[in-house]
């Protein structure tokens, strides 16, 4: 779950990757519903500690994708609307259980960041002379807890 100033809400990821010792390293892929609809693609890397190898820190560092290019209830007039991703970023602390000896259930906490823009084009005609298009950029960085919960295999 996502946690900031807007109501909380789901993102599911998946990363894949390889442990080598104490270090894990992978390609993640997500669906985030925060706010906007994005498809993050990131490299995660983590830092487990200790003997049992339990405890970790993680951050990861990806794009993200808007899959949202049309406008909801918050615009009511406009010409072109177009949304373009930005920067994603993800750091944390957590907790592996061991349910047996090739699984884990993963508890984690942490700070997540994604970016995208927003262009909007609104047609204006003056009483004189040719109409044009007037456009309006918006940038949307939304800064969020992120509790996760997952299984390691």
């Known amino acids: ?21 104490n270090w894990f ?15 993050p693609l990131f490299i995660e890397g983590r830092r487990y500690f200790g003997d049992e190898k339990k405890a970790f820190v993680y951050g990861g560092l990806g794009y993200n994708f808007p899959l949202k290019n049309k406008p909801g209830k918050e615009v009511s007039f406009y010409n072109s609307y177009h ?7 993800d750091i944390g602390i957590g907790f592996k259980l061991s ?6 259930f993963l508890f984690s906490l942490g700070h997540s960041y994604k970016k995208i823009q927003n262009k ?9 002379g040719p109409c044009y298009m007037d ?6 960085g939304f800064g969020r807890m992120v509790l ?3 299984f390691e295999f």
Do not use: H, W
């Not at 456009?135 to 949307?140: A, E, H, Q, R, V």
């Open 148 to 150: 996760k919960a997952g």
């Open 83 to 89: 949304f373009t991703g930005g920067i994603y970023t």
């Open 120 to 128: 909007i084009g609104v047609t204006i005609c003056p009483f004189i």
């Open 25 to 39: 390293t992978g390609i993640g892929v997500g669906l985030d519903n925060y706010r906007y609809k994005t498809l």
């Open 1 to 21: 779950f996502a946690l900031g100033q807007s109501p909380p809400d789901l993102v599911l990821e998946t990363i894949n990757g390889i442990q080598f010792s």
């Open 135 to 140: 456009y309006s950029k918006y940038d949307l």
């Open 99 to 104: 349910l047996n000896k090739n699984s884990s």
